[in-house]
C-alpha cells in the first residue's frame, strides 16, 4: 500500500532522516518506536506531506506521491492524522469538528454527516459531549474526539503522532482502548508511540528508528524479547547505565561506594540492594582484581539498570592473559568468593581478544 | 467608622453639587448669554445713550451712533429685516434707520413705533471732481429744472414709496456719440443704485442717466468700493459719484457736490411699549434672561435658526458615510495587505511592509491632501469617495498588522489539523483560521474603528461637509462655541457607540460560549455575520444614493463658461467656511454645490484643478491672487455683497474698545488705512512691515492671527506680513503697548477671544450681526467686496 524508498529529510543543516526505506501493507499495525529526536514523528509527518521530504520516493497505490502534480489534499484525505495535542478545531462543537470535513470536502448533506458523526461519536464513548467545545472536554475525551474526526472521513490509513503522549495517565488507557479496536477491525494504521505493553500487544510490525533510519525491524515478539541489536536492546529494556573507570591502585573506594549510592538511589529505594552492590564492587575490585595487577590497573566498571525488569547488573572489563577469578582464586579467600554468591543471582566470565569481562547479575 | 463613612457621605454629595453648579456656569459662560440690561421708557433722544442700539452695518447712522452716544452699546444688522427682528425680540432698545425705511416697517409692525425723526438729516448730492465745475454747474442746472416742474418730485416718490419689485427702470438709450464721463457708484443699496439683472438701476441712476440723456453724455458706470468713490473722484478715474452720498464738510474738501438732489430723513424707531408718548398706561415687568432661557436662546440661534439642524444632519450623514465605508474598505483592503504581508513569497512581504510602514508613518491629513489634491487631483472624483479612500488606506495598514497578529496567534496545530484534514490552504483559513481569528482581533479593532471615526473630522480639509465642519459652519456664524461643539461631541459619541454596538453584536455572534446550544445555530453564526454586514452595507448604499450626487452633474464641469453672477446657480463654488461669501452663496444660490474649503489658497488651488467653477471670496483677496496667477482665473465684474471688516474683541475690556476705535478713526482720517489698503492689496510688489518699535508701556496687548491670509496677516522672508500685520503694530505703537501675535485658525480665534486666552482678533474679520453676539467688534476698518473668481476661459 505504502512503499517508502531511500526518504531523507533535511532541517537546515542538520538530517532528521537519513535513509528510511519501509513498506506499509493494508490492514498492518505498524507501532515506530525509538529515543525522542531520532525522527519518528518526521517520518509520520512526512507520509500526509506535512514535511516535505529532501529526497526518495513515497510510492502509494503505485503513484510517487512526491512528483509534482499530486493532489495533496485529495491524498490527506485517505490518510487519517492523530496528533500529540488533538488540535480539534477549537471554535467548533464536538459534533462539527466531525462534520466540517464531510461536508465541506466529500459533499455529504449536513444530516448525512451527523448521522455518521453521531454514530462515530458513541462508538468512541463520546456521544453525549456533542454539543460541547474541545476545551470543556477532558484529554482522553478530546483525543477520542480526535479519532473519530479522522474517521468520519473513511480514510484508507491512519497516522497516529504520540497520541497518549500529552495525555494524563489515567487517561492513557480509554485512547489505547479505542486504537485497540480500530486494529481489531482491521484499520490501517501507523502509530508513533511509547507505550511499549500497546505497541507489542496491537501492532502487527515494529519500527525501531534511531540515527534517522529505521533501525531495526521485525514483529513485536521479536523486536520487544529478543532485540539483534544493542541500541534497541537498550532502548527496549530501558536500561540505565552507570560508568566509572579504575585506574589506580590507590583509588578512592570511598567515592565511588557515594557514586553508586546515589545511581542507585534513583531507581530504586532498596536500601539492601544497594549495600548488596557496594559490597559486591568492594570484594570483586580488591579482592578478585587488584591483586591480578602489579602497576596501576585500568578497569571499566559499568552497572546497568533495567526499568522494565527492575535488575542491576554489574560489569568489569580489563585487558590482561585469560584468568578466571572465580576459579584461580586462592583457598583463603574463598570468602569474598561465597560472599558474592550468595549475594548475587549468577555470574560469568569471559574472555575475548585480551579483555577479561565478569558480569554478575544481581 | 460610621461618623467617617458619613462624612465621606457628606463630602461626596458636597462634591457633586460643587461639580454641578460649576458645570452650569461653565454652561452659563459657554453659552454667552447675552447680558440684558433692563430697560426704562424713551422719552428723548438723550434717553438713548445708555441702551442698547440697533444699525444696519456700513451706513451712516453707525458712525453717527458710535460718536453721539459713546456709553450705548451698539449693534450691527446686516439687513433692516434682521434689525427690525432685533427690536422686536428685545435685543436692542432703539435702532437708528432710515425713515423711509422705518415707515415702510411699521406699516406691518404695530407694536413698533418711531421715537423721533428730528435726529439726523442730511442733504444728499453728486460728488464732482473740483477740476471739473463745468459739468457740476451743468448738473446743478438739470436739477434745478427738475426740481421747478416737480419731476424729481415725481421720480423720488416712484422709488422711495412703492414696492421696489414694481419699480420699473425706464430704459436708455446708449449714447457712443457723446462725451464721455464716468459715474463711479457703490451700488451699495436700492433704492438709490443697484444692480439688477445685469443693469444698474435706482434713483440715482434713473436721475444721471436723465442727465446724460438730455446733455448727450456718453455715461460709463463703474461699480467700487463705497469708501474707495471719494478717492477716485479725487484721482480723477470717475468723473461724478452718485449713491446716496451724503454732503459734509470733510468731503467738500476733497470733492465738489452738486446741490442737494433729495434729503435722507433718519429714525429712531422703538417698541411702542418703551416709547413714552407711545407707551400707554400697560407697565410690564422688568425682565431679566434667566440661565435657562439663555440656553433656550443659544439652541435656538445655533440649532433652529435657519434651519441649522439640517447642516447638522447633513454632516452627521456625510460622517457616518465616510466612517462606514472607510470601514468596509480599509477592512477588506487590510484583509489583502494581511495577505501579502503573511505570504511566502518575498516581494509580496516587502510590498506589503512597505506599504504599512509608509501608510503609518504620513499622518492622514498630509495622505488625505496628497490624494485630493494630487493623485485624484485632475480627475472629478468626489471628495467624499476620495475621504474614504484615504481613510481606508490608513485603516487598512494598521488593521492588517492587527489581523495578522491575530492569526499568528492561531496554535499552528489547528493549521496542521486542518491541513491533515484534507483541506486545502485556502479553506482551512476560511473555515478553521479566520472564525477564531476574527473573536481575537475584534477587541482591537473596535478601538481601531472608533478612532477612525474621530479622524474623519479632519476631512474638511478638503471640502467635505462632514460633522465637524457643520459645526464650524455654524460656529462662525454664531460665534458661539458651546451648543455647535457640544451637538458634535455628543454625535460623535453616539456614532462610536453605535459602531461599538454592532461589533459587539459581531463578538456575540462569534463567541461559541453565548450561542445557542444547538449545533444547527451555532454553525449559523457565521452566516448571519456575513448577512448583518451585508444589510448594513446595503443601508449604508442607500443611505449614500439618497443624500443625492455628491458631485453636481457634469453639465456643470463642461457646462457653459460663467460670464456672471447669474451662471454661478448651479455650479460648484469654492468658498471659505464661515465667511460672508460662504453664507451668500448658500441663500442665494441654493442649487449650487458648495465646496467647503478651508484657505484661500486651497480654495484657489481647487478652482484651478476644475474642483470648483468658482471661487466665492472677498475681492481684495481675489485681486491679490489675480495678481500673482493672471493666466489661470478672471474675476467677475459684478460684487455679491459687501462686507465691512472690523477688529472682534474680548467683550470685557470696554477701555480697549474705546481705544481701539478712536484708534482706527484717526487711521481712517489721517489716510494710514487707504496708504495700507494702496500698500498691500493694490500695488503689486512684495511689501514688507517696517520695523516699529513698541515700548510696552501700557502693557502687552495679546492679539490672535491666522498667518494663512494672504495678503492680510502671511509669513514673507520668514517673517510675518500683511496688511492686518501692519495695521496691528500701528495699533499697538499707538496705545503704547508691546504686542504678542498668536497664530491660530479662524475658529480658534473666536474661542480664544471667549476664553480672555487674546485681546482681539486682526484677521480680515467681517462684522456679521450674530457674531456680535458672542464678541464685541470695533468699527470697521476696511470695506471689502464679495465677488466670484472663475477659471480664465481660453481663447
Known amino acids: ?362 | 467608622m460610621d461618623i467617617i463613612i458619613l462624612q465621606e457621605a457628606f463630602q461626596l454629595k458636597h462634591t457633586r453639587h460643587l461639580l454641578f453648579v460649576t458645570l452650569l456656569m461653565i454652561l452659563a459662560l459657554l453659552a454667552g448669554c447675552s447680558k440684558q440690561t433692563p430697560t426704562s421708557r424713551l422719552a428723548t433722544i438723550e434717553d438713548m445713550s445708555n441702551k442698547r442700539i440697533g444699525v444696519v452695518s456700513g451706513f451712516i447712522y453707525d458712525k453717527f451712533a458710535s460718536e453721539r452716544f459713546p456709553a450705548a452699546q451698539i449693534s450691527r444688522y446686516n439687513s433692516q429685516t434682521d434689525l427690525l427682528l432685533a427690536i422686536k425680540s428685545e435685543k436692542v432698545d432703539v435702532a437708528i434707520t432710515n425713515y423711509a425705511a422705518a415707515k415702510n416697517m411699521l406699516k406691518d409692525n404695530a407694536e413698533v413705533g418711531i421715537l423721533t425723526d428730528q435726529i439726523l438729516t442730511f442733504p444728499i448730492g453728486i460728488g464732482f471732481n473740483k477740476n471739473n465745475p463745468e459739468l457740476r454747474a451743468r448738473f446743478d442746472a438739470f436739477l434745478q429744472a427738475r426740481k421747478a416742474d416737480g419731476s424729481l418730485e415725481t421720480m423720488y416718490r416712484k422709488w422711495f414709496d412703492n414696492d421696489l419689485d414694481t419699480i420699473k427702470m425706464p430704459k436708455f438709450k446708449a449714447n457712443p456719440g457723446g462725451r464721455k464721463v464716468v459715474l463711479g457708484v457703490a451700488i451699495g443699496d436700492l433704492p438709490s443704485a443697484g444692480y439688477v439683472d445685469g443693469e444698474y438701476v435706482g434713483f440715482d441712476i434713473e436721475l444721471i442717466q436723465t442727465f446724460a440723456a438730455q446733455e448727450n453724455i456718453n455715461l460709463q458706470i463703474l461699480s467700487m468700493d463705497f469708501s474707495a468713490l471719494i478717492a477716485s473722484l479725487a484721482s480723477g478715474k470717475v468723473d461724478m459719484i452718485a449713491d446716496c452720498i451724503a454732503i459734509n464738510a470733510e468731503r467738500q474738501k476733497q470733492v465738489d457736490f452738486s446741490i442737494p438732489y433729495m434729503e435722507d430723513k433718519t429714525a429712531v424707531i422703538a417698541l411702542k411699549k418703551n416709547i413714552s408718548h407711545l407707551a400707554g398706561s400697560q407697565q410690564e415687568a422688568v425682565r431679566s434672561i434667566s440661565l435657562t432661557q439663555s440656553l433656550v436662546e443659544g439652541f435656538h440661534s445655533n440649532i433652529i435658526r435657519e434651519n441649522r439642524y439640517l447642516l447638522i444632519l447633513d454632516g452627521l450623514k456625510t460622517t457616518l458615510v465616510i466612517s462606514l465605508f472607510s470601514i468596509l474598505f480599509g477592512t477588506l483592503l487590510g484583509g489583502f495587505i494581511c495577505f501579502l504581508r503573511m505570504s511566502r513569497r518575498k516581494s509580496f512581504q516587502l510590498t506589503a511592509r512597505l506599504y504599512i510602514s509608509l501608510m503609518r508613518g504620513v499622518p492622514v491629513l498630509v495622505l488625505l491632501m496628497i490624494m485630493y489634491y494630487v493623485i485624484f487631483g485632475n480627475a472629478n472624483v468626489s471628495p467624499v469617495l476620495v475621504a474614504i479612500v484615504a481613510f481606508g488606506m490608513n485603516f487598512a495598514a494598521y488593521v492588517s498588522e492587527m489581523f495578522r497578529a491575530a492569526i499568528e496567534s492561531i496554535d499552528r496545530g489547528q493549521t496542521e489539523a486542518g491541513i491533515a484534514g484534507g483541506f486545502n490552504k485556502f479553506q482551512t483559513f476560511v473555515y478553521i483560521i479566520m472564525p477564531q481569528a476574527i473573536r481575537r482581533v475584534l477587541s482591537v479593532y473596535k478601538g481601531e474603528v472608533i478612532s477612525l471615526v474621530k479622524m474623519t473630522s479632519i476631512v474638511g480639509y478638503i471640502a467635505v461637509q462632514d460633522l465637524t465642519k457643520a459645526s464650524d459652519i455654524i460656529r462662525s456664524r454664531t460665534f458661539d462655541a458651546f451648543f455647535p461643539l457640544l451637538m458634535t461631541a455628543v454625535l460623535y459619541f453616539a456614532i462610536s457607540a453605535l459602531l461599538l454596538q454592532l461589533l459587539d453584536a459581531l463578538d456575540r455572534l462569534s463567541d461559541p460560549r453565548r450561542k445557542n446550544r444547538s449545533g444547527l445555530l451555532a454553525s449559523r453564526a457565521g452566516r448571519l455575520t456575513l448577512l448583518l454586514l451585508a444589510i448594513l452595507s446595503l443601508a449604508m448604499v442607500a443611505v449614500y444614493n439618497s443624500t443625492g450626487p455628491t458631485e453636481p452633474k457634469s453639465t456643470s464641469a463642461t457646462g457653459a463658461a460663467i460670464k456672471s453672477l447669474s451662471d454661478l446657480d448651479g455650479k460648484r463654488i469654492a468658498v471659505i467656511t464661515g465667511t460672508t461669501g460662504d453664507f451668500v452663496i448658500r441663500e442665494k444660490y441654493k442649487n449650487a454645490k458648495v465646496v467647503d474649503m478651508v484657505y484661500p489658497a486651497d480654495a484657489a488651488l481647487a478652482l484651478r484643478a476644475n474642483k470648483a467653477d468658482a471661487f466665492v471670496f472677498d475681492r481684495n483677496t481675489l485681486q491679490y491672487i489675480l495678481a500673482r496667477h493672471p493666466q489661470y482665473y478672471e474675476i467677475l465684474p459684478e460684487r455679491l455683497s459687501t462686507v465691512e471688516i472690523a477688529i472682534p474683541m474680548r467683550s470685557d475690556a470696554p477701555d480697549l474698545h474705546r481705544k481701539i476705535n478712536s484708534a482706527i478713526n484717526k487711521f481712517k482720517q489721517d489716510g494710514t488705512i487707504d496708504r495700507l489698503k494702496n500698500k498691500w492689496i493694490l500695488s503689486a510688489g512684495t511689501p514688507t512691515v517696517p520695523k516699529i518699535t513698541l515700548d510696552g508701556r501700557n502693557g502687552v496687548l495679546r492679539m490672535g492671527t491666522c498667518l494663512l491670509s494672504e495678503p492680510y496677516a502671511f509669513m514673507s522672508n520668514g517673517v510675518m506680513a500683511g496688511l492686518d500685520i501692519e495695521l496691528a503694530f500701528l495699533l499697538a505703537e499707538h496705545l503704547g503697548m508691546k504686542l504678542d501675535i498668536t497664530d491660530m485658525s479662524y475658529d480658534a480665534m473666536i474661542a480664544a477671544l471667549q476664553a480672555g486666552k487674546i485681546d482681539l482678533a486682526i484677521a480680515n474679520f467681517y462684522k456679521l450681526n450674530e457674531r456680535e453676539a458672542a464678541c464685541v467688534f470695533s468699527i470697521a476698518y476696511l470695506e471689502n467686496d464679495i465677488s466670484a473668481m472663475v477659471r480664465r476661459q481660453q481663447p
Not at chain 1, 470543556?136 to 468520519?152: D, N, P, W
Not at chain 1, 583509588?251 to 553508586?260: C, G, R, S, V
Open chain 1, 1 to 362: 500500500m505504502i512503499s517508502v524508498k531511500n526518504l531523507s529529510k533535511r532541517f537546515g543543516g542538520y538530517w532528521v532522516l537519513k535513509d528510511i526505506n519501509a513498506e506499509i501493507h493494508k490492514g498492518e499495525v505498524i507501532s515506530i518506536i525509538g529515543p525522542s529526536g531520532t525522527g519518528k514523528s518526521t517520518f509520520l509527518r512526512c507520509l500526509n506531506l506535512l514535511e516535505r521530504p529532501t529526497g526518495g520516493s513515497i510510492v502509494i497505490d503505485g503513484v510517487n506521491i512526491l512528483q509534482k502534480g499530486t493532489d495533496e489534499p485529495k491524498l490527506r484525505r485517505k490518510m487519517g492524522m492523530v496528533f500529540q495535542s488533538f488540535n480539534l478545531f477549537a471554535h467548533l462543537t464536538v459534533l462539527d469538528n466531525l462534520t466540517l470535513g464531510p461536508m465541506k470536502l466529500l459533499g455529504k448533506s449536513r444530516q448525512d454527516a451527523e448521522a455518521k458523526a453521531i454514530e462515530l461519536l458513541k462508538s468512541v464513548g463520546v456521544s453525549e459531549k456533542q454539543h460541547q467545545y474541545p476545551d470543556e472536554l477532558s484529554g482522553g475525551q478530546k483525543q477520542r474526539v480526535a479519532i473519530a474526526r479522522c474517521l468520519a472521513m473513511d480514510p484508507e490509513i491512519i497516522l497516529f503522532d504520540e497520541p497518549t503522549s500529552a495525555l494524563d495517565p489515567t487517561m492513557v488507557s480509554e485512547v489505547l482502548a479505542v486504537i485497540r479496536r480500530l486494529a481489531k477491525n482491521g484499520m490501517t494504521m501507523a502509530i508513533v508511540t511509547h507505550e511499549m505493553d500497546f505497541a507489542k500487544n496491537v501492532s502487527s510490525r515494529v519500527f525501531y528508528m534511531d540515527e534517522g533510519v529505521i533501525y531495526e525491524e521485525g514483529k513485536p515478539i521479536d523486536i520487544f524479547d529478543n532485540p539483534q541489536k544493542e541500541k534497541t536492546r537498550i532502548f527496549i529494556q530501558r536500561i540505565r547505565k552507570f560508568c566509572e573507570k579504575v585506574v589506580s591502585r590507590h583509588f578512592d573506594l570511598y567515592k565511588l561506594q557515594a557514586n553508586l549510592e546515589l545511581f542507585c538511589a534513583r531507581h530504586t529505594t532498596d536500601k539492601r540492594t544497594v549495600s548488596h552492590i557496594q559490597l559486591v564492587v568492594e570484594e570483586v575490585l580488591g579482592q578478585m582484581i587488584l591483586p591480578l595487577f602489579s602497576g596501576d590497573p585500568e578497569i571499566d566498571l559499568t552497572l546497568e539498570y533495567s526499568e522494565k525488569t527492575g535488575d542491576f547488573q554489574l560489569l568489569f572489563e580489563y585487558a590482561g592473559p585469560q584468568q578466571n577469578p572465580f576459579l584461580t582464586l586462592p583457598d583463603e579467600d574463598n570468602l569474598s568468593l561465597r560472599l558474592i554468591e550468595k549475594l548475587t543471582k549468577s555470574n560469568s566470565y569471559n574472555w575475548a581478544s585480551g579483555r577479561n569481562q565478569i558480569n554478575i547479575f544481581l
